[in-house]
């Protein structure tokens, strides 16, 4: 199914990117957490197909080639590497609509420049490596409350990750609570 199609089928729906470095760890997080809530959503992810058959009012998409076809209302980039195409990051951008959300990391350079860029009316959101300690060997995230919650995951890139799903899973209702107890249930494939 192309781009196109994907967009016409899902017209009705908000439409959530994920692009780049990470978008296949953080796309995974994002669902793994709305199955845990039993939220209903569509989904496109890499080398499966395309489920969009419910009555859902999200659809999330794991972003490649045809990523200006969706026509996203909320863009979650991953922590490119630095040689990255900074023109089609910066095309994706401005594409967010208004109203829109584009979420980033705020440690890649080309991605904060881009994201933090002036944009009527979308909202720009930063993320940065979830604050976490290591105790025996395991993965503690500890929460702005001082909750720690164990994790499957290791490495900034892993926990730059959690933060990107955390961010985006927020601005679509999922709290915090919900969120930590589907991370610390999460192993990633």
């Known amino acids: ?74 863009v979650v980039f991953g922590n490119h590497a630095s040689n990255e195409n900074v023109t089609e990051l910066e095309v994706l951008a401005n594409a967010t ?20 860029k002036e944009r009527p009316d979308v909202q720009a959101i930063p993320y940065e490596t979830y604050k976490h300690e290591v105790v025996n060997g395991k993965t503690i995230l500890i929460s702005s409350t001082k909750e720690k919650f164990q994790v499957a995951l290791t490495g900034d890139l892993q926990l730059q990750c959690v933060s990107a799903a955390k961010e985006l899973l927020k601005k679509i209702g999922i709290s915090s609570g919900n969120f930590y107890k589907a991370i610390s249930e999460y192993k990633p494939s």
């Open 97 to 116: 609509p208004k109203g829109g959300t584009i979420i980033y990391p705020k440690s890649n350079s080309a991605l904060n420049k881009i994201g933090s």
């Open 1 to 74: 199914m192309t781009g196109k199609e994907i967009y016409l089928q899902s017209f009705d729906k908000q439409r959530i990117l994920v692009y780049g470095g990470g978008s296949d760890l953080i796309t995974d997080m994002i669902i793994h957490t709305l199955k845990s809530r039993g939220r209903i959503f569509d989904s496109v992810v890499a080398g499966k197909p395309a489920s969009i058959y419910h009555n859902s009012s999200i659809i999330i998409i794991d972003g490649g080639p045809q990523s200006l076809d969706y026509k996203h209302h909320i």
